[in-house]
């Protein structure tokens, strides 16, 4: 199932949500995060900082009291809450396409799923960085007995 315009909308501005205004959502579909699911290609650190010096810097805009020039628009705010939800969304909404799960409004709710998910993705990194245990290899001088031994060690 696919989320209808206002459950985006809603996924995007409401407080309780991604808390973007209005206007800075707009600059994200700008950018090209028209629906939920295209935050699965925005999981890279580069890219979410790179759309954070593009709202600094906002193209400039036409003079609405001067026709033919052009003024700088103000900047986009997104603040620090609102970049780490999208972040966890990204890689939520990442995960649930790579495990074939359906993208519904009550899987991106914050409060219920994404939070969760974002703490159970934090321990399953943890435990990827943390330094393996070698498992022993069968060879010539360790035979399957003391492969055994070793393993249960």
Not at 26 to 50: H, R
Not at 84 to 111: F, H, Q, S
Not at 130 to 148: A, E, H, S
């Amino acid at each position: 199932m696919v989320l209808t315009g206002p459950q985006t909308t809603a996924f995007y501005t409401d407080a309780a949500q991604m808390a973007l205004s209005a206007r800075t959502r707009g600059y994200l579909q700008g950018e090209g995060i028209t629906s939920v699911d295209d935050l699965a290609e925005f999981t890279e650190k580069d890219c979410w900082k790179q759309i954070l010096e593009n709202c600094k810097y906002p193209p400039r805009i036409p003079d609405p009291a001067n026709p033919g020039a052009m003024i700088q628009q103000e900047s986009f705010r997104i603040s620090a809450k609102s970049i780490m939800r999208l972040k966890v969304a990204a890689i939520a909404v990442e995960y649930y396409a790579a495990t074939d799960r359906p993208l519904t409004a009550g899987a991106v709710v914050w409060n219920s799923r994404l939070k969760n998910f974002q703490t159970q993705w934090k321990a399953i990194m943890d435990l990827k960085e943390k330094d393996p245990q070698d498992c022993p290899l069968i060879t010539k001088n360790i035979g399957v007995v003391k492969w055994l031994e070793a393993f249960e060690t």
